[in-house]
């Protein structure tokens, strides 16, 4: 298996079956990859999530951040609140800030472009990775603006990429399950499309290890290559794993470390087009997060400081990790950290 070619596993049966590999030959594969790019780096950054809201119009069966009868505290945030945040964040070394929340109506498209502005205005040097093309489709729903609208606004208002979110699983009928209503599939993959034609970077996730099957899972990876070989935007694909608690998905199997590992493998084989594959540890936990850069991953994510939509359905983000934690883990493991900006600038090797 050393001397495949990429493009036979454009054929989804071939791309299926590298399931069918062990682990370890599966890891071998992956990580001649990533060695190749990176040698033994690994990839982090300081950075802060804030999520202005959790109350959504959406109901998605997985999510337990939003609020519904199994997490009845809804909340919203006025703009002070996120700027205060974003102050104190700023103080304490954060280089980025990754804002996302639910779909709020009374977080109109106005009030996200008025906080972009004074938040680019009061930091210019922060790195603003700002709404998902989930949020972005629901907000260009509710002020009669087309995609390219919202789109071209977010960017002049201090924009500066756009994370993954809200990709799921591509498949229609899971989709359908699991996330009626939201975003869908083609219109994901447009609005990155468009980001990307403006110039700008974002990221891609996945969310597996509930309802949908290895099939699904390798179709959303060819879906996302083909989209990268047509816009070149993605930096990074982010395999995130289901996380159980709160939520209305009736999963009765989870995926072994086994499955999440060959599920990591495979995406760095099937995407050589996005460079970075992240081992997101608030959904990994950050042993399995480590253990993932010996099968593919050169990124675990950050510092994240605070983090309310994975720990909210089990995960143990909720107070992120200080960076000298996350330096000593990553050296542990026998690698290199190595801290990068949000667009893969290396800031420091340690
Ligand atoms: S995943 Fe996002 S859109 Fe869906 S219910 Fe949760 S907050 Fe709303």
Known sequence: ??????????????????????????GKMADSLRQ????????????????????CADICKF?????????????????????????DSVKSGALELHIVGAHNPKLNLEWYLEL????????????????????????????????????????????????????????????????KGKVDSKDWLKIHGIWHSLGKKSNATMLFGHVESREHR?????????QQEKSGGFNAFIPLVYQKENNFLKVTEFPSGQEILKTIAIARILLPNILHIKAYWATLGLNLALVAQEFGADDIDGTIQREAIQSASGSKSAYGITKDTLVAEIKDAGFIPVERDSLYNEIQIY
């Open 63 to 87: 999510c337990g951040f939003s609020a519904h009868r199994k997490n009845p505290n809804a909340y919203t945030m006025d703009k002070e609140q996120v700027l205060k945040i974003a102050r």
């Open 218 to 226: 390798i179709d959303h990876l060819l879906r996302l290559y083909h």
């Open 1 to 26: 298996m050393q001397d495949y070619k990429h493009a036979d596993f454009l054929d989804s049966k071939n791309a299926l079956e590298l399931y069918d590999l062990d682990l370890f030959t599966l």
């Open 116 to 179: 972009f502005r004074e938040l680019k205005a009061e930091f210019p040097q922060v790195h603003i990775k700002a709404l998902t093309a989930a949020e972005v489709n629901f907000l260009s729903k509710i002020s009669n603006k087309s995609h390219q609208e919202v789109l071209e606004l977010m960017a002049q208002n201090g924009v500066d990429s756009m994370p993954g979110g809200g990709a799921e699983i591509f498949d229609e009928k899971v989709r359908a399950y699991i996330c």
């Open 36 to 55: 190749k790019y990176f040698g033994k780096k690994v990839f982090f950054n300081s950075n802060r999530h804030i999520n202005p809201t959790n109350d």
